[in-house]
């Protein structure tokens, strides 16, 4: 597609559950981020794909959060138990490498864990 | 390590006024700047960019900001505000690491809500 691709847009999870985002990036970019936005805390890196490996992880908040990517393409990001903190809204970002962080965002997937 | 001050969390500003959001950043390394905005639940949408030349950089939707090293400031400014200007505005950095992770460091945003 033309855009970056987050599904779902919304998740509502019990608490404990474990839950799956996507991020589908624009064909071609290199490089993917995932971000997190919450009301406490603004929006926070989690973790930098270039390729299909992961070189920056020291954004993930915890060890029950994991991400891969796949093919140099799709990412997901995986949240293992969670916890209500863990609800906010998840950002998917891709851009071309070296273009001095201008990214191009994804809609997000809002996360409630009730 | 790098961070971003944005002073304001609300500007109010009435239809067709001009409006400054104020961006401060802090960095030991040569940075790269950026302007992002959000509509009601949307993603980020770059407004304008700067990587280096002018420090007089223009943008979408009429906005423009000015790059101050003197100052490490990055203000946005818009000679004349519009309804459809009312969203949050997010300033950001990079590094613009040569090992390519650009990762970005917001600031904590500002809430523009235009007064018709």
């Known amino acids: 597609g033309a855009g970056v691709s987050q599904s779902p847009s919304n998740k509502v999870t019990e608490k404990g559950k474990d839950v799956e985002l996507r991020c589908d990036p624009i064909?071609?970019?290199?490089?993917l981020y995932w971000y997190r936005q919450s009301l406490g805390q603004g929006l926070e890196f989690l973790i930098y794909?270039?390729?299909?490996?992961?070189?920056?992880k020291s954004g993930l908040p915890s060890d029950r959060f994991s991400a891969e990517r796949t093919g140099g393409s799709v990412s997901t990001l995986t949240i293992q138990r969670t916890q209500q903190e863990d609800s906010a809204v998840y950002l998917c970002a891709s851009s071309l490498k070296h273009r001095g962080g201008e990214a191009f965002f994804g809609q997000g997937t809002r996360l409630t864990v009730v | 390590a790098q961070s971003v001050t944005q002073l304001d969390s609300q500007v109010p500003v009435f239809e067709e006024a001009p409006v400054e959001l104020r961006c401060n950043y802090s960095s030991s390394v040569s940075v790269y700047l950026f302007w992002y905005v959000q509509y009601p639940n949307q993603g980020l949408q770059l407004l304008l960019k700067?990587?280096?030349?002018?420090?007089l950089v223009k943008g979408i939707n009429g906005f423009e900001a000015e790059f101050n090293k003197s100052q490490t400031s990055f203000h946005l400014r818009k000679p004349s505000v519009h309804i459809s200007d009312t969203a949050e505005y997010f300033c950001?950095?990079?590094?613009?690491?040569?090992?390519?992770?650009?990762?970005?460091?917001f600031g904590t945003g500002t809430r523009l809500t235009i007064i018709p």
């Open positions: 950001a950095v990079s590094s613009g690491s040569n090992f390519g992770n650009e990762k970005l460091t």
């Open positions: 700067y990587l280096s030349g002018s420090t």
């Open positions: 064909s071609g970019h290199t490089a």
């Open positions: 794909f270039q390729g299909n490996s992961a070189p920056d």
